[in-house]
Antibody, heavy 113, light 107 residues
């Protein structure tokens, strides 16, 4: 069974940093591109970052480019999202997703003073 | 960026009804269109990928169609458990984008 479990949720102040993790199981992690998607409270979905299976390519939404970094460790079956210079508008539920099919349950990131 | 426009934003229908949800892209997305279902408090679930392919484990009452810029999700016989918000999503070109969703309710 495919499982994706995010961690790292919390409340942080504007301008600070935070790192999310997503541990994968039930499939060969190193064979799949992985993504981060977020959903602000009572809002729609926003695709924010994609990393190829071998980390050879990474893509970002303009809203996070230059502030967020997606990475992965295939030896640990883990996907990461490092978030810097956080803003109030980054407040959202953050999901990791395998390609476009399976999603984790999400972690809440709140940016507020 | 490709804009995805879903209609209607809210749809109310009766159990057993045939329901059609629409999604229009601002440019040709070559059938790289997925549909997701999100129930309250849950993560989105993939229903249909690449326009008309039913994801494993999804009931056959769900189907998708379309081409170019216009796509539809059809539920052949609405069930109470189908109450959810449905999002379309294009993965033809970066940045990938979602529609704003159709909230499906039971009358």
């Amino acid at each position: 069974e495919v499982q994706l479990v995010e961690s790292g949720e919390g409340l942080v102040q504007p301008g600070s940093s935070m790192k999310l993790s997503c541990v994968a199981s039930g499939f060969t992690f190193s064979n799949y591109g992985m993504n981060w998607i977020r959903q602000a409270p009572k809002k729609g979905l926003e695709w924010i970052a994609l990393i190829y299976y071998d980390s050879s390519s990474k893509y970002y939404a303009d809203s996070v480019k230059g502030r967020f970094t997606i990475s992965r460790d295939n030896s640990k079956n883990t996907l990461y999202l490092e978030m810097n210079s956080l803003r109030s508008e980054d407040t959202a539920m953050y999901y990791c997703a395998r390609a476009f099919d399976y999603w984790g349950q999400g972690v809440m990131v709140t940016v507020s003073s | 960026d490709i804009q995805m426009t879903q209609s209607p934003s809210v749809l109310s229908a009766s159990v057993g009804d045939r329901v059609t949800l629409n999604c229009k892209a601002s440019q040709n997305i070559n059938k790289y269109l997925n549909w997701y279902q999100q129930k309250l408090g849950e993560a989105p679930k993939l229903l249909i990928y690449n326009t008309n392919n039913l994801q494993t484990g999804i009931p056959s009452r769900f189907s998708g169609s379309g081409s170019g810029t216009d796509y539809t999700l059809t539920i052949s016989s609405l069930q109470p458990e189908d109450v959810a918000t449905y999002f379309c999503f294009q993965h033809n070109s970066w940045p990938f984008t979602f529609g704003s969703g159709t909230k499906l309710e039971i009358k």
